[in-house]
């Protein structure tokens, strides 16, 4: 299955989310929002065969969210 976990993000942060979502096993992948040749921001989306692996993709990201 296929699930899009974060929308809108900052492409300045992408890698700061992808590696440890990467890290932990997880199949993550983006998609530019591409205006006038511009990248003005990615969304990430997430491959995954088990319910367990999206919720262990929501807890990082919350993780990554709320730290200080």
């Given amino acids: 299955m296929e699930r899009q976990i974060l929308s809108d ?3 300045a942060y992408g890698e700061l989310y992808l590696a440890p979502l990467r890290a932990e096993g997880l199949k993550v992948y983006t998609k530019d929002q591409n205006l006038d040749g ?3 921001a990615i969304d990430v989306f997430l491959i995954y065969d088990e319910e367990r692996e999206l919720a262990r993709a929501k ?3 919350q993780g990554l969210q709320t730290a200080p």
Avoid: V
Wanted: cysteine-free; hydrophobic content about 55%; aromatic content about 12%.
């Fill in 9 to 11: 993000l900052n492409p």
């Fill in 38 to 40: 511009w990248i003005r």
């Fill in 59 to 61: 807890e990082i990201i």
